[in-house]
């Protein structure tokens, strides 16, 4: 990752850490998301799962029982898309959060940066204007 020299600087450190403390929150954030994806579709899965175990069990006969095995197959390949894809999104608005923070902190940095640099040269102006005379100008035509 790159950092930029003036998001670091001492003047900007408060800001830099909040800045730092609101990616962690949105990461973690995601990251508890997907956590909570993945598991809600484990326990999905075991409950298929034994819910076709308890029917196969109660199967009276071979071509009941036949039946009732197929049904225990794997996941269905739509379901582990939609997975995929809720997944993906919480990556993606993820990505478009932590981006928004970053963002707004170069805005501030860039508009701190400016008000600094304009306060610095300041004194510069008033000097500059206090030690020249003023001149009447005439307009000609």
Excluded at 18 to 41: F, I, K, P, Y
Excluded at 52 to 64: N, Q, S, V
Aim: glycine share 4%; net charge neutral; with cysteine.
């Amino acid at each position: 990752m790159y950092y930029h020299p003036f998001m670091f600087e001492w003047s900007n450190a408060d800001r830099t850490f909040a800045t730092c403390r609101a990616c962690v929150d949105v990461w973690l954030d995601g990251v508890a998301r997907q956590q909570q994806a993945h598991s809600e579709a484990v326990s999905a899965f075991h409950a298929r799962q034994l819910d076709a175990l308890r029917a196969l069990a109660e199967a009276r006969d071979a071509a009941e029982f036949a039946a009732r095995l197929l049904a225990c197959a794997d996941p269905k390949a739509l379901e582990l898309a939609a997975l995929s894809t809720r997944l993906g999104g919480i990556v993606a608005e993820t990505h478009r959060k932590l981006g928004d923070v970053v963002g707004s902190h170069a805005d501030q940095a860039r508009a701190s940066w400016i008000h600094e640099t304009d306060a610095a040269d300041e004194p510069r102006r008033k000097a500059a204007t206090r030690a020249r005379a003023p001149v009447r100008r005439q307009m000609t035509a």
